[in-house]
Each structure stands twice: as C-alpha cells, then as structure tokens.
C-alpha cells in the first residue's frame, strides 16, 4: 500500500483494490458452486455490519497508513482485537479478568510508545496515529455488532455482499474528495493494485475462511498476531523504511496483548 500511494490517492486506491477484490471473490464462490443470492430481509442487516467492518476500517486506515510508517501504521491497526474485548467490557457487561487487564495495559503502553515517538519528531504526524485508532475502533465495533446480530446469510454471501456493497460509496468518497488521476500508473503502481486486489480482498478473504473453518476460533485469532511484525520488518526491503527500537517494544507489547486477551482460560 505504501508503494502504491506514492502514486495513487488513498481513497481511489481503496476503491479501485476493493471493485477487484470483490469481482474476484463473486467469482470464486460462483465457480465453487457456492449461491450468493442476498434476501431482501437481509438487506438492512449487510448494509449495518459493512458500516464499520469495511467502510470505516478499509477508509480510515488507509489514511494511516499514508500518514505513518508502514510497520508502526500495522501495530496501531492490529491493536483492534484488543479493543473489541474492553468494549465488551465496558459496553455489553463483560467481567474484566486478570488477563485483560493485563492486556488493556501491555496495549496503553505500545499505545504511549508509538506516539511518543510520533510526538516527539518535528516532522512526525500524530493524525496518522489518529486515522489507525479510529478504523481500529470501528474495526471493534463492527466486530461486536458481529457478535450481537443473529447471521441472516452464510458467511460467504455476507463478506461478498457487505464489499459489493461498499464499493459504490468508496467511489464516490474518492470522487468527490480526490482530484482525477493525472496519468496512468507505472508498472509498479499496476503491480501494487493487482496484489491489493488478489492478494489483500481476494486470496487474504479465501484463507482466512479456509483458517476460521479448520481451526478452532482462538487458534485463528492467534494466527493474526505475527502481521503487525511482519509489517515493520518488511518495510525495510520494500519501502526503506528503518524501524526504530520503539516500534519493535511497541509490537512485543502488542503480541502480549493479543495472546493474553485470546487465549483460553482455565476450564472449570
């Protein structure tokens, strides 16, 4: 994504990975045999859960990423899992374990490392930080209201149906607030759309469904944690980005959250 707009506003960049994403996904599940047809009662409820499942967390963390490094934009993204339990907490009575304490503290403390070094520079972008802990809110919430809504549709019609419907807005958000492109891509910037399209909507969608059906769903959520380090390691190669120390403290700090919030407890 940072290759990409270096050449592409975000917002069409967005709107351009996720038309892809979604035709190939339609595509997929078409070929498979799988039927996508969407009942009209189940409108109301697709359009409720792509509010902050697609279009407020695919629209504001690209702003992030633009405004951040890559690596540390990826830390304070992957912080969601861990707000999705406090606002269980705070909002829907959940008890406040040990564990997420724990977690609520290691996640305040990567939190506090990232903009402090943010903060701290004179060319550092604090609304950067602001974009990725929105979209990771929204990412909380629209994880909640997953939790709380009944499934109308399989899995597979919702996801294709909840991008499907989000691209049209995503457009209209890049055309009224993004000037035209003023000329093609380069080929990199080809390269960055076809994997965005692929590899983010399309092939990432099909694996973490593949994931979710053969593992139990605490193994899945683990299997999330090594993505924010693996943003800052390979913002080196790829973008030249140099990680600082705080950002490797930072995702320590994440990945100890994560494995305390989503690990199971002791059985009774």
Not at 81 to 104: D, H, K, N, Q
Not at 162 to 181: K, N, Q, R, S
Not at 208 to 222: D, E
Not at 242 to 250: G, H, I, R, S, V
Request: hydrophobic fraction near 60%; charge should be positive; glycine fraction near 8%.
């Amino acid at each position: 994504m940072k290759l990409a707009l270096r050449e592409l506003p975000p917002l069409t960049f967005r709107a351009l990975t996720m038309t892809g994403g979604a035709v190939l996904l339609f595509v997929w599940y078409r070929l498979r045999g799988i039927p996508l047809q969407l009942p009209r009662t189940a409108l109301a409820q697709v359009l409720l859960l792509a509010l902050p499942n697609i279009l407020g967390w695919h629209a504001l963390s690209i702003f992030g990423v633009q405004s951040l490094a890559s690596g540390r934009a990826a830390i304070v993204g992957f912080t969601m899992p861990v707000w999705t339990v406090l606002m269980g907490v705070l909002f829907f009575g959940e008890r406040m374990s040990p564990r997420l304490w724990l977690a609520t503290l290691s996640t305040a403390t990567a939190l506090m490392l990232l903009m402090w070094h943010e903060l701290g520079r004179l060319s550092g972008n604090p609304a950067g930080l602001a974009w990725m802990l929105a979209a990771a809110l929204s990412w909380a919430i629209g994880t909640l209201l997953l939790k709380r809504i009944p499934a109308a549709v399989p899995t597979e019609v919702m996801t294709v149906w909840m991008i499907g419907a989000t691209v049209p807005v995503m457009w209209a958000l890049a055309l009224l607030m993004e000037p035209p492109l003023g000329r093609w891509p380069s080929g990199a910037g080809w390269a960055t759309l076809a994997y965005g399209a692929l590899i983010n909507y399309g092939v990432a969608q099909i694996l973490w469904f593949s994931i979710a059906r053969s593992l139990p769903p605490v193994a899945s959520a683990l299997s999330i944690m090594l993505i924010p380090i693996v943003g800052l390691l390979s913002a080196v190669p790829i973008t030249q980005e140099l990680p600082y120390p705080e950002d490797f403290l930072a995702a320590g700090m994440i990945a100890l959250a994560l494995a305390v919030t989503l690990m199971p407890g002791k059985s009774r």
